[in-house]
T-cell receptor, first 116, second 114 residues
């Protein structure tokens, strides 16, 4: 497909487990964003990549959260030692040009993470 | 820091009628962009309409239009001739180049009734 894809769509983890969430952006898109959406809330920014460079990680809530995009395409968001407060939908978005303002951010369907 | 406020948690409109969703924002930047996104139950966020702050003319996309009041920092979305498929969560969002991220409001759930 031509859209942003994310896997898995649903993930259930026991507290303390590590999880890895994958994002496949639209081919050729330079910018990639991760957002966290808690139940009943709007998405909140986590981190931003321009190609393989992570230019902003100010939204990552703790050092348990780590994101990478080693080859400038696929990105992985890793959460170590998951806690119940990490339960949320994790959205990935990509944009064809730098910054994403003048070009639409295309969102994936998200991964719903539930930590028991 | 940017903030976006949506004061209407839920709205309801009858099919074929018009509804307006409210949004206010705050930013210290002079160059910024405002968006309305739609999120159906399937969760995929879809861009509805975009407004560049430097443009005085209100953006329009078919049945969707905005009322951008820059001095009041208000950015409302008007949906005309509402359809059942318009039922969704609607998020207002702002973007500045210096922040390189979207800042979202808490959303408005729109119900469309027959």
């Amino acid at each position: 497909g031509a859209g942003v894809s994310q896997s898995p769509r649903y993930k259930v983890a026991k507290r303390g487990q590590d999880v890895a969430l994958r994002c496949d952006p639209i081919s050729g898109h330079v910018s990639l964003f991760w957002y966290q959406q808690a139940l009943g809330q709007g998405p909140e920014f986590l981190t931003y990549f321009q190609n393989e460079a992570q230019l902003d990680k100010s939204g990552l809530p703790s050092d348990r959260f780590f994101a990478e995009r080693p080859e400038g395409s696929v990105s992985t968001l890793k959460i170590q030692r998951t806690q119940q407060e990490d339960s949320a939908v994790y959205l990935c978005a990509s944009s064809p040009q730098l910054g994403g303002a003048l070009n639409e951010q295309f969102f994936g369907p998200g991964t719903r993470l539930t930590v028991l | 820091a940017q903030t976006v406020t949506q004061s209407q948690p839920e709205m309801s409109v009858q099919e074929a009628e018009t509804v307006t969703l409210s949004c206010t924002y705050d930013t210290s930047e002079s160059d910024y962009y405002l968006f309305w996104y739609k999120q159906p139950p399937s969760r995929q966020m879809i861009l509805v309409i975009r407004q560049e702050a430097y443009k005085q003319q209100n953006a329009t996309e078919n049945r969707f239009s905005v009322n951008f009041q820059k001095a009041a920092k208000s950015f409302s979305l008007k949906i005309s001739d509402s359809q059942l498929g318009d039922a969704a969560m609607y998020f207002c969002a702002s973007y500045t180049g210096t922040a390189s991220k979207l800042t979202f409001g808490t959303g408005t759930r729109l119900q469309v009734t027959l």
